[in-house]
């Protein structure tokens, strides 16, 4: 370390998009790289997801000496970078799916729920990108980082904190060089199950130099008071959501329900099993990936193409004739065959996939359940703090700098305790 070391923060990706941040943190010989996902564009309809295409559209950042050469042809700089780490925040695709691109020789940390479900997630090869000379179900090493417990990378010191965001698991970060401190968000909100771990990370936060959140909330000032905006309409809450499952159920007790919810929103469907007045039904795959992961067992069906697990216990299973037959007992996850529920009956759509208007398979989705008559609920809670509770978050940190990510509008967010910066792709600024 000398006198003229300084922290530098470069913005590789994520800055004007939903999703896809990748931002790298340097001191010294140090440096470290946050997130590593992939920006969701499926309108763009492209041919594969190479390397090369990722990059040529900007899906995924152009970052040095953090990916492995074996994908990039490109090596690592060792002489200049002696301590590299990486981290990602949880486990949606736009924060998590370019991991295995990651050099293998870098660590890379996580809080320990997602790093504990994302090989679970992939076990089929079908979630993450593959890394070179594995299988395509391979997960690269994934280190389950203690809270609040600090990890060195050189000179550089990391600790993650429990935040709340609808992936289960999420997490915020500190990472601190010898001169300054920066937050790091990740996708946060104070509407879900645990506002008290984000005001716990707001104060460990407080005063940073530099602030990097994301700004979903504000992404849409145009729909703000639109009745059907699918950011800003809707429950308010996970609980209030969760009340609202249960009373369409005890107002329909003669009518076949089915649902289905975003996978790795593994709390909310918990508290919708826990709270449900009918017995709930998962689709196999989903028992298996909360057996795998979380070890806990729930009534399960399969269709008739499905594999077996052998980690399901067969006293739990309902047999799919059964459900397709039922009106009163069951609330199921339907996740296809819709063409098969019962005329009349009720589906609730609740963040799964597809996702929404931007997904190009969005409309004809919903509009298969009015052909056949079935009435089709969207359900959404959103993973992203309000432009209220953004202004909460700046002001409970107080930065000397905030910096926008994670949204179409950045300049829509303000600092009132210091610097605002909207960088460009691949801009480095030194604090």
């Not at 990059?55 to 990039?72: A, E």
């Not at 905006?229 to 005890?250: D, Y």
């Not at 037959?325 to 009349?344: E, M, P």
């Not at 190009?360 to 959404?380: D, H, M, S, T």
Request: hydrophobic letters at 35%.
């Amino acid at each position: 370390m000398t006198l003229k070391d300084k922290t530098t923060v470069t913005f590789y990706n994520g800055l004007t998009t939903i999703g896809g941040p990748m931002i790298e943190v340097a001191y010294n010989k140090s440096h470290v790289l946050f997130d590593l996902g992939e920006v969701y564009r499926p309108e763009l309809k492209l041919p594969d997801e190479s390397y090369q295409t990722l990059i040529k559209n900007q899906l995924i950042g152009d970052v040095l000496n953090f990916y492995d050469p074996k994908i990039t042809g490109k090596p690592i700089d060792t002489e200049r970078w002696e301590h590299s780490a990486a981290y990602i925040s949880h486990l949606h695709l736009d924060h998590s799916k370019a991991l295995n691109l990651l050099a293998p020789e870098i660590s890379l940390y996580a809080g320990p729920i997602t790093a504990h479900l994302l090989p679970a997630l992939n076990e089929n090869g079908d979630f993450l990108l593959p890394a070179a000379g594995h299988e395509k179900n391979y997960t690269r090493p994934i280190i389950a980082a203690e809270y609040k417990k600090p990890i060195k990378v050189g000179d550089i010191t990391l600790e993650i904190y429990p935040s709340d965001h609808d992936a289960y698991g999420a997490t915020g970060l500190l990472v601190k060089t010898p001169d300054k401190q920066i937050a790091y968000t990740g996708d946060i909100r104070l509407h879900g199950y645990h506002p008290d771990w984000v005001r716990a990370f707001m104060q460990a936060a407080k005063a940073s130099d530099m602030l990097i959140i994301e700004g979903t909330g504000v992404s849409w000032p145009e729909e703000k008071h639109d009745e059907s905006s699918e950011e800003f309409t809707g429950p308010k809450n996970e609980v209030e959501l969760t009340e609202k499952i249960v009373r369409l159920q005890n107002a329909n007790p003669d009518r076949q329900i089915t649902f289905n919810t975003y996978p790795t929103n593994v709390e909310r469907l918990l508290r919708i099993v826990s709270d449900s007045p009918r017995k709930v039904v998962l689709h196999a795959k989903r028992a298996h990936l909360i057996k795998d992961s979380l070890n806990e067992d729930y009534p399960y069906y399969y269709l008739p193409e499905d594999k077996k697990y052998s980690d399901l216990n067969p006293e739990l299973e309902v047999s799919y004739d059964e459900l397709l037959a039922d009106n009163h007992k069951y609330l199921w996850q339907a996740v296809s065959d819709y063409d098969k529920l019962q005329v009349g009956g009720l589906y609730i759509h609740s963040n799964a996939e597809p996702l929404g208007d931007f997904d190009p398979a969005y409309k004809p989705f919903v509009e298969q359940f009015a052909k056949n008559k079935i009435e089709f609920i969207a359900l959404r809670c959103s993973g992203h703090a309000d432009e209220k509770e953004l202004k909460e978050i700046i002001g409970g940190i107080q930065p000397a700098i905030l910096v926008p990510v994670h949204t179409l509008h950045p300049e829509l967010e303000e600092n009132p305790f210091g610097e605002r910066i909207l960088p460009k792709r691949g801009q480095t600024v030194t604090l």
